[in-house]
């Protein structure tokens, strides 16, 4: 029985050394497995480093834009809220123009030649500019002008400037009308402060209510919008806008 006794417990001895045994090598393991994340971590961290300075002015950001259209107006607007260094800005080539208003070439090889893409790259360091400081509602509700303006309010102004007739003051007075309705509550469309939206909308509506761009409103533009008139004005004198803009003169 003793021999026996003494048998067992050799043998409980045994496996609790190898179990202990098996469970610092187990930890060490995990600490070895922890120890490769962390560093493969930093390394990624330092690599998204190096890509953002590339892309944020290092190898240089050009701006290729054809001024006086509405889209590339948003998009110089936004350049002077980058906040990686200088913009190049060049007129863009005529044999580039018929296929977009804008190309903004940065660092890294990235070619952004669709404006709302242009204007959110070189706006995105602007917290309040760009919407970010309203949160994901701002930011959505930024992007939702920025589709307006492209949209129906761009196809509309158009169709008028191009072509007067009283199927488009109907539908200019429209769109007017209820953007004058928006702004009877608020000084800027997306929170206290002008941001992309206010940009991109102006830069529609400005040539309509201005005495340059034939204004539709015709004397009583003012007085039929007065809301859209005020933010209007306030836009013109906003430094950034103002100095892409130039000098408007509003309809009275």
């Not at 039929?224 to 306030?234: G, K, Q, S, V």
């Amino acid at each position: 029985m003793r021999a026996a006794f003494s048998s067992n417990t050799r043998i409980t001895i045994f496996r609790s050394h190898q179990s202990s045994v098996q469970q610092k090598v187990k930890k060490r393991e995990e600490e070895e497995e922890q120890r490769k994340k962390r560093k493969n971590k930093s390394r990624k961290e330092k690599s998204d480093g190096n890509t953002r300075r590339r892309d944020d002015g290092q190898d240089g950001i050009t701006l290729y834009a054809s001024r006086g259209t509405p889209a590339a107006t948003v998009v110089l607007i936004a350049a002077e809220h980058y906040g990686g260094g200088g913009v190049s800005i060049s007129e863009m080539p005529l044999d580039a123009a018929s296929r977009s208003p804008v190309q903004l070439r940065c660092g890294g090889g990235l070619l952004l030649d669709q404006p709302p893409a242009a204007a959110a790259y070189l706006s995105a360091a602007d917290a309040v500019f760009s919407g970010r400081s309203e949160g994901h509602r701002g930011q959505s509700q930024v992007m939702q002008w920025m589709d307006f303006a492209r949209g129906d309010l761009h196809h509309v102004a158009c169709a008028h400037l191009l072509g007067r007739s009283a199927r488009t003051e109907r539908d200019v007075a429209r769109l007017l009308s209820s953007l004058d309705s928006v702004l009877s509550t608020r000084t800027f469309l997306v929170g206290e402060r002008a941001t992309l939206a206010d940009a991109a909308v102006s830069a529609e509506v400005l040539p309509l209510l201005s005495t340059g761009g034939g204004g539709s409103g015709g004397g009583g533009a003012r007085s039929r919008f007065p809301h859209l008139a005020r933010w209007a004005n306030t836009c013109t004198r906003h430094p950034t806008f103002r100095k892409v803009f130039g000098e408007v003169e509003l309809v009275s």
